[in-house]
């Protein structure tokens, strides 16, 4: 039978594991993945965007949110910007036929590389 007082020391020791995860997280900082696009391209929707790894994905139809698309500066769909802690990082660009010619592979290491800076 185990002891309290061992209990105690164990169930503390998980805490402090559950202590610094918590914090190696918010210290990273967030990196989100966002699409501006418009319901009339939808045929040039990114459809390997949600499976990126190691980050948050976000949609932006820009005709349904014009101050987005005006407080971000885009002037072509798709675009994809990257953001750390709220701030601009990368930012791909489609074609002049609004077409994305970045690939996933790209997108995730650029989001790799602005994880790995953080350390």
Same mark, same amino acid.
Not at 41 to 58: F, Q
């Given at each position: 039978?185990?002891?309290?007082?061992? @209990?105690?020391?164990i169930?503390?020791?998980?805490?402090?594991v559950?202590?610094?995860?918590?914090?190696?997280? @918010?210290?990273?900082?967030?990196?989100?993945? @966002?699409?501006?696009?418009?319901?009339? &391209?939808?045929? &040039?929707?990114?459809?390997?965007?949600?499976?990126?790894?190691?980050?948050?994905?976000?949609?932006?139809?820009?005709?349904?949110?014009?101050?987005?698309?005006?407080?971000?500066?885009?002037?072509?769909v798709? @675009?994809?910007?990257?953001?750390?802690?709220?701030?601009?990082?990368?930012?791909?660009?489609?074609?002049?036929?609004?077409?994305?010619?970045?690939?996933?592979?790209?997108?995730?290491?650029?989001?790799?590389?602005?994880?790995?800076?953080?350390?």
């Amino acid at each position: 039978m185990i002891k309290l007082d061992e @209990t105690w020391r164990i169930f503390i020791s998980y805490m402090l594991v559950i202590l610094l995860v918590l914090l190696a997280n @918010t210290a990273c900082g967030q990196v989100i993945v @966002t699409e501006f696009n418009a319901g009339w &391209n939808s045929a &040039n929707n990114v459809e390997w965007i949600d499976n990126l790894n190691e980050c948050e994905v976000a949609k932006v139809d820009i005709v349904e949110e014009p101050k987005l698309q005006a407080k971000h500066k885009v002037v072509i769909v798709p @675009t994809i910007i990257i953001f750390n802690d709220g701030e601009e990082v990368k930012r791909f660009q489609a074609d002049i036929s609004f077409k994305m010619l970045a690939t996933r592979e790209e997108v995730q290491g650029a989001v790799d590389e602005i994880i790995m800076s953080d350390f």
